[in-house]
Each structure stands twice: as C-alpha cells, then as structure tokens.
C-alpha cells in the first residue's frame, strides 16, 4: 500500500511530497511554455490527422498492466499537448478563452480540495464561492442580491435547458408527475444559438414547438413577427410559455431588445389573461458587457476612445435591461477568459427553484441532515464540480475596471480591423455591426451586399457568392497554423429574386479573443487574408480549384 500512497498528496502536509508535486508542475509548465511561439497557434507540431488516426488510437489503447511512472505520465500528457491550438494573437476564430492566471489557480484549488458542490458539508470553499459570485454578479445586473439564486452549471447551453424547465415546472407545476404538457411553446430568434433546439428535444416539448422568429437587419429579434407568433400560437389554442432572448447571437453579436420583448410578454398576458411567459436572457456571449452597466461614459475614467465608448455606451443601454429576464447566464469561458466550464446561471426569483427542488425523502445520502445548510437538490448535476472557485478568482483578480479594459479591447480591435479590412480590399462587406465580432464576405467580382442584403439577387447569384466564401474559407484554413479565422455557414437569411424561402449567407469570422490581440495585429491580420485571397482569385481562374500544398 506504500507504493499506492506515493501516488497521492501527503496527509500531513509534508516538504517531499509537495516538492514532488510542484516538480511535475513546473515541467509541464515548463515543457509547454517551450512550445509556444508567438507566430504560429499551435504547441509545437500537429499530428498527422490522417483518415485512420483515430482508428489507430483505438487499436493502440491498452491500460498498462503495471503503472507507469509519474515522469512517464507527464511526458505522455505532454504528448498529448503537442500540435495543440493555443490562444495567442493568432488565434481569431470564436469565443475560445485563454483562461486568466487567477482563474488557473482558483482551479487548481477547485482540485486540490475537490469539494462536492452539491452540499457545503462535502464542498464548504464552492458553495460559499457560488453564494458570494451570485450576489455579486446579481449587484452588477441588477437582479435583487436578496431573493435572486445562482449555480454553475454545464455551459450556456446547460442554462438554456435549466430554465426551460424551471419555466415547464413554473407554469405546470404536477408536471414533475404527470409529464409535460404538449400545447406549450417556445419563440427564439432565427439566429439564436442551437442550445433551445436541444432542450425542446430533450424536455419533450418537441422541435414542433419551437417557433423561429424572424431577425432584424442588426440581427436582433424582429418583435411585430415575435408578437405575431405568439397571438398565433394563443388563437390555435396553444401556451406561448417561453421566450429565448440572445444577448449576443453566437455568429454576430446581434442583440435582442428585452424591454421590448419583455413589454410584448406583459401585453400578451394582459390582452390574453395568459399566463406570464418565461423570458430567458440568453447572454452566454454577450453577458460581460454588463460589466459596463455602471460605467461613466461622461467622466470616462478608464479614457476609452470615442468610437469605442459609442459601442460601449450602446450596450449599455441593452444590457441594463437584461434585469427584465426571469433569468440569464454569465458564461466566463468565453468572454471572461476561464477554463471551460465556468458558466453561472442566475435566477432572478429564488423563489422560482421550489417547483424543481428534490423532496428531502428522495434524496437519503445527502442534504438531509441538522448540519449543512446549502444543498442544491434542484440542478439536474448531483455531484457537482466547484467552478465558481474560478470565476470568483477572476473577479478578484480583474475587478470590474479589469474587465472592462478587457472587453474594451475587443471593440477597439473590431473597429481597426473593419478599417483595414475595407481599406485594404476592395471586394469585401463587413456584413455586420461593430461588436467583439466582425463577419464578413468577399465576392468574385464587384462588392454586392447591398443588392444581397436587400433581397435584389437571384438564388444562384447568392449561391455562387457563397460557394466562393465556403472555398476560399477551406484556402484560409490550410494555413490555419498561421492565422486562425472563423466562419459560417448561416450568418443571416436573405430574400432572393426567384426563391420561395429566404436563404443563408456564408461569410467568415474575425473573433479576436486573446488579450495579445492588439491593434497593432490588426495589418498582420488583414495582409494574411489579402494574400491568400490573391491567392484563391488567381487559381481560381483555371477550371476546377488548386489545393496549396
Ligand atoms: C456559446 C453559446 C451558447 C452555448 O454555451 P456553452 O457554454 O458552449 O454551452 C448558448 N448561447 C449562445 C448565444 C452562445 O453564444
């Protein structure tokens, strides 16, 4: 049994076994660190992903009879690490973070205590985190610290489906017994993220019912068609019960306008004498702009430029009003710059957790006893990780003014590439407002946005423009090494001259995340895809495309 002890921390806290410790630490701090280089995104080389190289790791895989050394489990894992996408400057395709130092160590001591953050008896650092983060971030939004309640949760997507079933169990409370109901119904906007698509599959409710709204230029949800659908669904005798409000769509950082979604649901069940409709702020992408929600834009402490404080101070308009929703997500691994998964779900009502909360019968292992006093019986997780041990470091760590420089930066970011970009290249659309994120999409001849975007081409001029976006995309990717750009396949939908239905448009992806994305990237940034764009336009000429090899 001695040799099974070497193989976990010391019971009383002695010199040798911490000295051991730190040493795999440090190599594998050290070890990656040698990877790093700041031109390329990857840690050292990648692997050679061939078609059977998952097939190959299959037959490789064996647990080893014996247990291999600590050393060799470090070099393994270092193995692993190799060819790994690292968020350094060149890094520009989505929200991915670079997780913070403070949140690395909050992490750490997440592990090294592991608390259960199901119950503070098994988890005393997480739950009392997880209180303190709550209240905190509720201050900040304005939800009532006193009555509002918040858990971490499995990302943003986790919070999408815990508050559709707080708003299934809210307005049908014997439906924990006797199944859902199947007339309730759902509205998101066209452009919103999957994650409600997912919880209408899993909750029951059914794809069926879950009706798409129509989106604005800005990419905000258009609210006649909102209310249209809804009076809809109420004269078919169907439960308007749900409304999914992004606070930033995933691809575009469109904002819905929750007032006005908000003052629509009162009207409704006013008109109607319906019940009141679950409004969820879908904020995983956009939630940190709250941080702004008290920023003196008069006195401008923090000295932002002025084309950066028009964005900040159109935020904050919108998201002072992310208070109105029944609840919303903070997701930090995207915006806020912490490991996956640091999302925190913030209920405005506590009040609200009663309908999902376990019966002290069901639950005979814990939270039952005279000791303990936060139990969290109501997340759909039992154990539970202690995630908000990370997000509180980081709120330590970065203040709100840290945060603030922090998001700044991405619109100041933003707002030189667009310039550069159109400056640059002449056949290019910005094809969406100034945000953290700028999409846009080049043509083969003449810049057509206007006549696309306003519904003046035919579906197989869209077509082409968009075949040319996806193939010139597949070009960028090959250097991906280099740069790393995103792109999609359904930045927003457009009329055509000759279709039935509205169709997609392709474009590509600027997503500058990490804090080494500076303005001063930003010419390295464009050159790299004016180059590969000659590149694509030359070889495109022939009769079929040329693969850079
Ligand atoms: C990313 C995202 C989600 C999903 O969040 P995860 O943390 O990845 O689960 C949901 N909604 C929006 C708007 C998002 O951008």
Request: charge should be negative; charged fraction near 20%.
């Given at each position: 049994?001695?040799?099974?002890?070497?193989?976990?921390?010391?019971?009383?806290?002695?010199?040798?076994?911490?000295?051991?410790?730190?040493?795999?630490?440090?190599?594998?701090?050290?070890?990656?660190?040698?990877?790093?280089?700041?031109?390329?995104?990857?840690?050292?080389?990648?692997?050679?992903?061939?078609?059977?190289?998952?097939?190959?790791?299959?037959?490789?895989?064996?647990?080893?009879?014996?247990?291999?050394?600590?050393?060799?489990?470090?070099?393994?894992?270092?193995?692993?690490?190799?060819?790994?996408?690292?968020?350094?400057?060149?890094?520009?395709?989505?929200a991915a973070p670079l997780p913070n130092?403070?949140?690395?160590?909050?992490?750490?001591?997440?592990?090294?205590?592991?608390?259960?953050?199901?119950?503070?008896?098994?988890?005393?650092a997480a739950a009392t985190a997880e209180v303190e983060v709550t209240a905190m971030?509720?201050?900040?939004?304005?939800?009532?610290?006193?009555?509002?309640?918040?858990?971490?949760?499995?990302?943003?997507?986790?919070?999408?489906?815990?508050?559709?079933?707080?708003?299934?169990?809210?307005?049908?409370?014997?439906?924990?017994?006797?199944?859902?109901?199947?007339?309730?119904?759902?509205?998101c906007s066209e452009l919103s993220h999957y994650s409600l698509y997912k919880s209408v599959e899993a909750s029951g409710l059914g794809v069926e019912n879950l009706i798409r709204v129509k989106a604005n230029a800005d990419h905000s949800m258009n609210?006649?068609?909102?209310?249209?659908?809804?009076?809809?669904?109420?004269?078919?005798?169907?439960?308007?019960?749900?409304?999914?409000a992004t606070m930033g769509t995933t691809d575009t950082f469109g904002v819905d306008d929750i007032k006005g979604i908000k003052s629509i649901a009162d009207d409704v069940e006013h008109t109607y004498g319906t019940y009141p409709i679950y409004i969820h702020a879908d904020s995983a992408m956009g939630g940190m702009y709250t941080f702004f929600n008290h920023y003196n834009f008069e006195s401008n402490p923090l000295q932002f430029e002025e084309d950066v404080m028009e964005v900040l101070k159109s935020y904050q308009k919108k998201f002072e009003q992310i208070k109105l929703a029944d609840s919303m997500v903070f997701d930090f691994h995207k915006l806020g710059q912490t490991p996956y998964i640091t999302s925190l779900f913030l209920i405005k009502n506590r009040e609200n957790l009663k309908y999902v909360d376990l019966d002290a019968e069901e639950t005979p292992y814990v939270g039952n006893r005279g000791y303990g006093s936060y139990h969290t019986g109501y997340t759909l997780e039992c154990s539970r990780m202690g995630s908000a041990l990370s997000i509180y470091a980081s709120l330590l760590a970065f203040g709100i003014e840290g945060y603030q420089e922090l998001l700044a930066n991405y619109i100041r970011v933003n707002l030189k590439f667009r310039e550069t970009l159109t400056k640059e290249i002449s056949n290019v659309a910005v094809t969406n407002d100034v945000s953290p994120i700028t999409t846009f999409r080049f043509y083969p001849g003449k810049n057509k946005w206007d006549e696309e975007l306003n519904g003046r081409l035919t579906v197989e001029e869209v077509t082409e423009n968009n075949q040319f976006n996806d193939d010139l995309a597949e070009i960028l990717g090959i250097d991906r090494d280099t740069v790393f750009y995103g792109n999609t396949r359904k930045q927003r939908l457009v009329d055509t001259t000759n279709g039935n239905n509205r169709i997609s448009l392709y474009a590509h992806k600027f997503f500058a995340i990490s804090p080494y994305s500076t303005v001063e990237e930003v010419v390295r940034y464009v050159g790299f895809l004016k180059e590969h764009l000659e590149f694509f336009m030359k070889t495109r000429s022939g009769e079929h495309l040329l693969v850079k090899s």
């Open positions: 049994m001695k040799e099974i002890q070497k193989l976990f921390p010391s019971m009383d806290g002695n010199d040798v076994q911490r000295e051991e410790l730190l040493s795999y630490f440090k190599t594998i701090l050290t070890e990656i660190d040698e990877l790093k280089d700041p031109d390329k995104l990857t840690l050292g080389e990648m692997p050679d992903y061939t078609e059977d190289y998952y097939n190959r790791v299959i037959q490789k895989a064996a647990i080893p009879e014996a247990g291999v050394p600590m050393e060799k489990v470090v070099q393994q894992l270092l193995t692993l690490v190799e060819g790994h996408r690292y968020v350094n400057r060149n890094y520009v395709a989505n130092i403070a949140s690395i160590i909050g992490n750490l001591v997440m592990v090294l205590v592991n608390g259960n953050n199901l119950w503070d008896v098994e988890g005393p971030l509720s201050k900040l939004i304005g939800y009532d610290e006193n009555i509002s309640a918040g858990y971490t949760t499995w990302g943003g997507q986790g919070a999408v489906f815990n508050s559709l079933r707080l708003a299934i169990a809210r307005y049908a409370p014997s439906s924990n017994q006797k199944g859902i109901p199947q007339n309730l119904y759902c509205f609210l006649e068609d909102l209310q249209e659908k809804i009076e809809q669904v109420i004269a078919n005798g169907g439960v308007p019960l749900y409304i999914l």
